[in-house]
């Protein structure tokens, strides 16, 4: 097992070899499908990467959280989180 993650030269390099293709276009792909995933979140959607998993967009109301230092209670207001759920294939695969 890999302790550090795949840096982005090196998906770069195995995407395209598995595209069969060169490092410029194989990164112009992957900075492509970012860009997609990155604009529909934001708007507020979610996408499906097949095999991979789901990423959305969830709001979350205004709630009241604790600061851990001083203890004191305070409202937080409503904002956005971005979700992801790993799809099945994709833990069947680590799991084998």
Do not use: F, H, Y
């Amino acid at each position: 097992m890999n302790a550090k993650p795949m840096t982005k030269t090196q998906l770069v390099a195995a995407l395209a070899e598995k595209m069969g293709s060169d490092k410029k276009t194989a990164s112009a792909a992957l900075d492509a499908v970012a860009e997609v995933v990155i604009e529909e979140v934001a708007a507020g959607g979610a996408i499906t990467l097949p095999g991979i998993g789901k990423i959305m967009c969830r709001a979350r109301p205004e709630r009241l959280v604790r600061n851990p230092a001083t203890g004191e209670t305070m409202t937080k207001a409503a904002d956005k989180a971005v979700k992801v759920t790993i799809a099945k294939a994709l833990k069947d695969a680590v799991n084998d």
